[in-house]
């Protein structure tokens, strides 16, 4: 009787050796799916975890935050200021979208507002 013996790298990484008649070999390759190009289910939901931890948080109340970390507001700006603070880091939003975001701030007392020369004007 003649042995056949096969050796298959996953995609995985795992590498599989198959020893036996060809009559099995060929039966145990036949059973394995390597059309799928789809990963096991538990490898997949490890590979989108590890995706969305990678993520960095791009909502614009996040990035407002983040120049505020960085120390933009420590002197008074206005809403084209902030405009101009996120098209910096390329985040490009209309005057008006921020309008509402920053009221919401203010409330929320992550930001301050005081008026000054007739215009609102933001500070930490």
Same mark, same amino acid.
């Given at each position: 009787?003649?042995? &056949?013996? &096969?050796?298959?790298?996953? /995609?995985?990484?795992?590498? #599989?050796?198959?020893?036996?008649?060809?009559?099995?070999? /060929?039966?145990? #390759?036949?059973?394995?799916?390597?059309?799928?190009?789809? /990963?096991?289910?538990?490898?997949?939901?490890? =590979?989108?975890?590890?995706?969305?931890?990678?993520?960095?948080?791009? !909502?614009?109340?996040?990035?407002?935050?983040?120049? &505020?970390?960085?120390?933009?507001?420590? !002197?008074?700006?206005?809403?084209?200021?902030?405009? /101009?603070?996120? &098209?910096?880091?390329?985040?490009?939003?209309?005057?008006?979208?921020?309008?509402?975001?920053?009221?919401?701030? #203010?409330? =929320? =007392?992550?930001?301050?507002? #005081?008026?000054?020369?007739? =215009?609102?004007?933001?500070?930490?």
């Amino acid at each position: 009787m003649t042995k &056949a013996k &096969a050796k298959i790298n996953l /995609a995985n990484g795992t590498k #599989v050796v198959i020893e036996g008649s060809p009559s099995e070999v /060929a039966n145990i #390759v036949n059973q394995l799916d390597f059309k799928s190009k789809e /990963a096991p289910r538990g490898e997949r939901e490890t =590979r989108l975890k590890r995706t969305k931890d990678k993520r960095i948080k791009t !909502s614009p109340t996040d990035l407002i935050l983040s120049l &505020a970390d960085g120390g933009f507001f420590k !002197s008074p700006k206005d809403l084209a200021s902030i405009k /101009a603070g996120l &098209a910096e880091i390329g985040h490009i939003y209309p005057v008006q979208t921020l309008s509402s975001i920053v009221f919401k701030m #203010v409330r =929320r =007392r992550y930001l301050r507002r #005081v008026k000054k020369n007739g =215009r609102w004007v933001y500070i930490r």
